[in-house]
């Protein structure tokens, strides 16, 4: 993989691999906000799919500019299908994020894991 251009959300993918997904760009998200917004909705779909991987490919591009559909559709599965929405949102800036300060300016995506603090 490549040098990290683009400061974005850190996601650790199965396997270990983490990547920094960083904004879409103005021109993705022209073509992709619609496909996104209905993507969100909660109900699974072929065309939710397709736009979740699209979106993560479309996104990763900009720092992994070697990595494939067929890469990016192999480290999505429906565990973590939600949670990698949610990081490329994160990281266009359209959800909160938190920082990380040893991070250089990358947040850490949202985490899927159950609240360790009594509620």
């Keep these: 993989m490549s040098v990290v251009n683009v400061p974005g959300v850190r996601y650790s993918f199965p396997g270990g691999k983490v990547l920094v997904i960083p904004a879409l760009s103005l021109g993705a998200m022209e073509q992709l906000l619609d496909r996104i917004n209905a993507a969100m909705t909660g109900n699974l779909s072929m065309e939710g799919i397709t736009t979740v991987i699209d979106a993560t490919h479309t996104a990763l591009l900009r720092n992994y500019p070697?990595?494939?559909?067929?890469?990016?559709?192999?480290?999505?599965?429906?565990?973590?299908?939600?949670?990698?929405?949610?990081?490329?949102?994160?990281?266009?800036?359209?959800?909160?994020?938190?920082?990380?300060?040893?991070?250089?300016?990358?947040?850490?995506?949202?985490?899927?894991?159950?609240?360790?603090?009594?509620?």
């Design 66 to 119: 070697d990595i494939t559909r067929a890469e990016v559709a192999d480290m999505i599965d429906l565990s973590n299908m939600a949670d990698v929405l949610n990081a490329v949102m994160n990281a266009s800036g359209l959800e909160a994020k938190t920082t990380d300060d040893d991070s250089a300016g990358e947040a850490e995506a949202p985490s899927s894991g159950a609240s360790s603090t009594p509620t």
